[in-house]
């Protein structure tokens, strides 16, 4: 795999690793356009717990990244050989900021009771916020 594959494959996991969980993470203390990136990072969580690499790459990340994934065996081949080696861990949505170019969602994650905080940005594809990558 290219070392730009490989980074952003890396990314990916640790993107997917946060939302694997058995819960997913809470949408209710936001509202408007941060209620939809709440809803995405949320929605990613639940895919993930799922193993649904097809609604992963089709509603959750954004063209950008899917399409760097694609020299890499493809976005779906990608990510189930990274879900079979996610855990259970607990995640929280600490902050959400919108801007006009993009959103950051801050996220806490909470594994083998280590916490961490990470940031993934969204874009906007048509009416939908989507994960383009992880900070």
Same mark, same amino acid.
């Given at each position: 795999m290219p070392r730009h594959l490989a980074g952003t494959a890396c990314a990916l996991a640790l993107t997917v690793g946060l939302a694997a969980c058995g819960?997913?993470?809470?949408? $209710?203390?936001?509202?408007?356009? $941060?209620?939809s990136v709440a809803q995405t990072v949320s929605d990613l969580q639940a895919d993930a717990t799922a193993s649904d690499q097809k609604k992963l790459c089709e509603n959750d990340l954004a063209a950008t990244l899917t399409a760097r994934l694609r020299s890499g065996g493809g976005c779906q081949a990608v990510l189930k050989n990274q879900l079979h080696e996610i855990d259970a861990l607990n995640m929280t949505i600490e902050s959400i900021a919108v801007a006009v170019a993009g959103a950051t969602a801050r996220v806490k994650s909470t594994y083998s009771g280590k916490s961490r905080v990470t940031t993934l940005t969204l874009v906007k594809e048509g009416p939908r916020w989507k994960i383009s990558g992880v900070e």
């Open positions: 819960e997913t993470a809470s949408t $209710s203390n936001f509202k408007g356009e $941060s209620h």
